[in-house]
Every structure is written in structure tokens, then in C-alpha cells.
């Protein structure tokens, strides 16, 4: 039985969409410029891209170097970050490096990195996994130095080695901080892909997104952009459904992913 | 109800309200608090509480956790208002918080972003003292309770005992008329604890201003009442009243070895231990 | 004392070693200098610029973009937050629709912020703010509704009136959780606003970068880069800077 109390809460983020569309189409037939296309014109546009074979690989592309770049990152940075939070040294060592590539947009070294290893894959793969391994590191390193000094104690008491003790203990529970950070590196990968992509602009959906606006295809553009968005909203809420079931016995702390970078 | 009465007379069923004593400080009138559970369920906190407390007072409040005793505080203090009944202060039914009750929480609750003379000021402040005069004020009641020197320090800065006699002191600062103590002592450790009660009963039969005591510990509560009320748990209910008959100035090294004081103690531990019984039949 | 040395000794390793290897990629002939310039042509290149009127010209324009959009999320953000912590009214409204928009990867929207707003000034500047908003509410939102029950409960016995708690008690308390949020969209101002010059722009530091990389000027692209990440740090350091001087009562987290 779903009380209609309950049904409005789970519908809310729907009715937001509906209501922003409807904020667009507003806002579009007010401002009444060409440029500027109504919600329903952009919708009509979506299936002509997606129905487009060539479109459709040029996303998928994009989808695929996302999700290499991705899971490199978390392979790479979740035992840095751990090994940072529990040895001192190791941390003291890495932070001031991380301090100062922090505030490099990792989507502007695309030129460089094209002109080493060209246009390719391998380029537009290596800028998303720089993009995103920095706040997976970052909240890694969080977690694992959270962890309580005398649970690992209670390991070793146990017979765990060290090595036991990293995986056994000090990884579940950094889990939950962990997981956090590779919402913040899902999200982030999408915009250094987006990016890198419109800087590159030799394929990709950020390509599709920068061709139509050169050609003036302006309900494509908008089209491209909730295409984009939607894909965003969809990869975030798949990935909360996901750490919901891995991490049932903490409480989730914020249900809005909390930082981007 | 089983209604025991040691020496005194019982307080739990007071006298109706037209008759209610001139000197009656706080008067509370059949409250009862139910809170909202998950779904449609509802937990009832307090049943039909009756209590007047005189002014001047030093009244406790014992129980088990969970009987309910922070929460009747609480709608003393106005943060809380009651599902049923009326709680009354100096005959006004009380509707909200006011400077006339005071409250000093377990937690301190200081405001981490002020430092130790400024917590103690803002009260003043809020109630349109002079700055000149709020921390001449201020710096005086900090001096009483053993914190001269400390005016510049931040909260965190304080130990726990330090940190309550801050709280103490800035709920003093805007005089209220009842002082409402949510187990200020039960977040330290014993040493400071019997420190701080010394302190606290020297500070109160000085001016003697109305207090309700929240505790869980049956020591302190005949320590430094004039009366103790005992709760059952779930839903809370008094059990009793007892009236401490015992002479003030209370010095504690004599206290502790007066049969007096020894049977009090010992006479209400049995009593909440039987409410611990009344809660495992139920 | 010695201790702060030795990490800080140790902290220095590493960058210098990461310019050792830049700097020996070059002198071992692994990479050709058209590719990779050595690092001690690319500093001198940045003081030789540094007090350049053209370039002190770029850093104003990409500063001011910066700063602009950064100030937008701040004041945005935080009002939103706050309300949305202590009405319930406007929580309904503001949550679901911060959960639709702070997963869309804003840079996406840059596009239609193009078309709307021009390729002046106020694109990048929106840019801006649509990247740094969400981190900033969320975490003023978060703070807001979290503040202890009876530091309120305190404040109002003491005689504060119930209109006035937001600024007294609220507001005050949740300025840690506020800080966090506005250190996190720094930084996202400083990557946005560069990448939104390399897209489009006439001038700023994404823009020499991007005119570096079409004459192929190895050296002139490695300068924009390492400006905005000193940028970064500075303004990093003066935020933090003012967060220590504010949050002096607070307990370190």
C-alpha cells in the first residue's frame, strides 16, 4: 500500500523535470529568439539523433573511454588514497604533488596530450582518468585514515597481518567514503569527457554538441545537451542503487552527490 | 499508580489548580507527550504528569533512560509543547522558550564560535545590556564560577568541566528566575562531577533561585534536592515524590556518612529498581 | 619543529622529482623539445611574462570571470541552502530539483549558454556559477540542518527572538560546513573558467593555451597551465586563510 504521501516523494525528482522543461519552454517562448528553441522542439529532436547509427557510435565511444578511464582510476587511486590515510609518510609524501595539480583543469592538457599521443582513444582515455583519480585519491585517503585505530588493533590482536588488516578491514571500512568519492568521479568523468571532447572536437558527444551549434542546428544543440543531462542523472542514480546494496550498514550521508572535483 | 510516601507527604497528585499556593513557581498540569514513530504508530513519552514546584525550589527529576525525564524539561523550558495539558510558569501558561527559564544541557551546547566571554554576554546582549555593562556583568559571574583568566579562550580550548561552568555561568548572566539542568553533570567524570555539585550548591543557596534537576544518579539528586521525583519508564509516569529532610548548608563530607542521607539513597535505588520490574512485567 | 621540516622536505620530493624527470625526458633525447620544452625554458618564459601588460591583461579577464561566477554560487548558494534548511516549503521544491541538476555535467549546457547569452562576458560567468552552485548549497544545506538542536535552544531561553535565530545561531554554525563548500567551488571556478576559455574565447588564460597549441608553441601552452594552478593555490591559501581566522572557536575536523 503507497500512501500518496509516499508516491509524491518518490515521483518529486520527475516532477522537477517536468517542471524545469516547462521553466524551458516558458522561458524559450518568451525570449522568442532563434537560437533559443522550446523544450518540445529539443525533444523532437532526440530521436533523430539517437536514430542516427553514426551518432549513436560516436556516444558509445564516448560511454566506452569514459568507462575505461574510470575503472583505471579507481584500480590506481583506491590504494593510494588507503595507503595514504594509514601511513604517514606515504601521505606527506603525495599531498603537496595533489595539492598542486588540484586546481589544473585536467580537460586543458588535451592539446598536449594530443600532440604526445594523438588524437586517438588513448589520449581523450588518459585525460579522464587524470580527471577523475584525484577525488577518488582524496576520499580514499579520508576513509582510510577515519578508520578506528582500535578496530585494527582488535584485527591484529586476531592474527591478521598487515596486509589482511588493509584488506579485511581497513577497506570496508573506508568503503562508504570511498564509494563517495567514485560518485564524484562518476560525475566528473561525464564532464572531462564532455570536454575533452568539444576541445579535441574530432568525435564524441561533445563533438555532435559543437558541430550543430557551428551548423546552427540549434535544436539539435539542445537536443545533444539533455541527451547529456540525462545520461548524467541516469549513471548518478544507477550508481546510488549500487552503493545502496554495498554498503547497507551505513547510513548514506548525503543523498546529492556532494562534491565535483 | 503505587504511591509510596518516605517520611513526607507524596507531591505527584497535586492540589487542584484554584487552590494552587501562592509560591508555586512551576505548575504542571496532567502533561502528556506522545511522539510521532514511523507510520501511524505513536510512542507516549509522558502520562499525565502532575507536578507544582515552589519557588526556590531544588527539585530533581530520577528515572530510568527512556522514562521521559529531559523531555518533561524540555516542555518546562517551552522547546517542547506537550500533546495534552498545560505547563505553567508563575501561573502563565508557558508557550515558548524565555529568558525567565534557563537551561543548561549535558551537551554545554556553547557557541563554539564565540569565545568563553562572549557565550556568557550574549544573553546580556540579547536582552539590550550595555556592552560596558554585559562584560563588567559578565566577567564577575565568570570570576564565581572559578573561571577568571579564561575570558579570551574558545570553548574547545575548556575542558568538559570548564565548558559546563561556562554554560552555567552564561545561563546565570540573564537571571532567570528557573534554572533547568538536563544532566549537566553526567558527560564528566566523577572527580569534576562532585566538584562541580559543591560548586553548583554553593552558587544556588546563595540566591536560591527555583531548579529542576534532570539525573540518573540517585546520589547527586538527594546531594542537592529539597525534593526528588521518581519515574517510571514507558510511558513516563511519577511514581513519587520524596521530600529530602535534610539541613542546609550541605557539606558533603558530612553527608556522605549521615544514616539520613545513606537511607534516602538507599530507599529510592529500591524504588527504581522496582520501576526497572514494573517496565520487564508490563 | 624538526619534524615540520622533515615533511615538508618530504612534500618537496616529489615535485622536484617530477621536474628531475620532466627535465631528464629531455636531456636523455626520450622526448624532442618541440614536444616537451625543458621546465627551466617554461618558468623563464612565465617571468619573463609575468609582468607583461598582455598577460597581467589575460589573468584580469580570466580573474574576473572567475571571481564573478564564484561570487554568484557563493551568494546563491547559501540563500538557497539556508532556506531550503528551515522551510520545509522550499525543501520539497529545492531537493528534488537539485537532484535532477546536480548530476548533469554543467559544461554541457555551455553550448545553450552560448546561444543565450553570447560568447561575452556572461556565458562563462553563468558557466561559472552553474558549476560552483551545487557544491556550495549542498554543503551550506547540509550544515544548515544538521546545527544542534540546543545551541537553538539556548540561544532563544537567552531571548532571541525566533526571526532572528537564522542570522544568531544558524547561520554562524553551519559556517564550517559553509567554507567546506565554497573551497570545493574555488577550485571547480578555477578548472570551469579556464576550459570555458578554451572552448570559446578571445582572451584569458584558456585562450593562450589554446592559441599556444594551434602554432604548436610547446613552451607558451606549459604557462597559462602553471598559471592557473599557482592561481589556484594562492586563492586556495586565502581561503583558507579566512577560514581559519573564522572558524578560530570551531574544533579542527
Redesign the interface.
Known sequence: MITPRALLQKSAPLLACIGLLCAWQVASLLLNTESFPTALEAIRAVPSILGDKESLVNIGASIRRMAIGLSLAVVFAIPLGLLMGRIKGVASFFNPLLMVIYPVPKAALMPIIMLWLGVGDVSKTLVIFLGVSLPIIYHSFQGGKAVEEKMLWSGAAMGLSSAQRMFRIVLPAALPEILTGCRTGLVLALITMVTSEMIARQSGAGNILFNALDMAQYDTVFAMIMIIGALGIFLDAAFEKLRGSLVRWSKPQHDIPLSFS | MKVVTLRSDALAESEPLSGKPASAMIHIDRVSQRFQTSGRQSHLALSDISLTIDDGAFVSILGPSGCGKSTLL?IV???VSPSDGVARVKGKAIT????D???V?Q?F?L?????VLGNVM??LR??GVKHSEAEAKSRKLLEMVGLKGYENF???ELSGGMKQRVAIA??LA?N?AVLLMDEPFGALDAHTRTRLQNDLLNIWERDRKTVLFVTHSVEEAVFLSDKVVVMTRSPGRIKVVVDIDLPRPRKRAELLLDARYQKYVVDIEKLIDDTGEDEIHA | MSATVNKALLGITPIALFIALWQSLISFGYAPVTLLPPPGAVFLRLGQQLFTSDFLHEIAATLFRLFAGFAIAVVLGVVIGLAAAISPAINAVVKPVVRVLAPIPKVALYPALLLILGFDHASKITLVAADALFPILLSTYYGASMVEQKLIWSAMAAGTPRAQILFKVVLPAAMPSILTGCRIGLVISCIVVFLAEMITSTDGLGHMLVQAARTFQTVDMFVPLITISMLGLILNSLLHGLRTYLLRGFPEV
Open positions: 524540555y523550558g517551552g522547546f515558548g522558550p524565555g529568558p527559564r534557563g537551561p544541557f551537551e551546547a557557541f563554539p564560535w564565540k569565545n550574549y544573553g540579547q536582552q574558545y570553548p574547545k552564561r545561563t540573564y532567570p
